[in-house]
């Protein structure tokens, strides 16, 4: 079964910058519509962005601006730059996205997720 796997979490200083990646563990024909999604403590999961695979986006209020989503068909990847982090987007990030795999079967499949801590 394809799994995706999210790459690019760390500690980050307010006003900083990371950048996250999310791919599939194994070989696949395409990634399709995906959403990067992130769950702060105490907190509901929340849709931070998203990219379908025509590349229409879309973005939470609160990182309009600050996040950018973009992707490498070629290389079957995701991205999400974020830039002038705050301690309120402290979360762990989790990749979700429709995946076509290589026998041709669409699935919709969930990453295990990020940590982004942003502290000084």
């Known amino acids: 079964q394809v799994q995706l796997v999210e790459s690019g979490g760390g500690l980050a200083q307010p006003g900083g910058s990371l950048r996250l990646s999310c791919a599939a563990s194994e070989r696949i024909i395409r990634i399709n519509t995906v959403g990067w999604h992130r769950q702060a403590p105490g907190k509901e999961r929340e849709l931070v962005a998203t990219?379908?695979?025509?590349?229409?986006?879309n973005y939470v209020d609160s990182v309009k601006g600050r996040f950018t989503i973009s992707r490498d068909n070629a290389k079957n990847t995701v991205y999400l730059q974020m830039n002038s982090l705050n301690p309120e987007d402290t979360a762990v990030y989790y990749c979700?996205?429709?995946?076509?795999?290589?026998?041709?079967?669409?699935?919709?499949?969930w990453g295990r997720g990020t940590l982004v801590t942003v502290s000084s």
């Open positions: 990219i379908t695979g025509g590349g229409r986006i």
């Open positions: 979700n996205a429709d995946v076509l795999n290589i026998r041709g079967v669409s699935g919709n499949y």
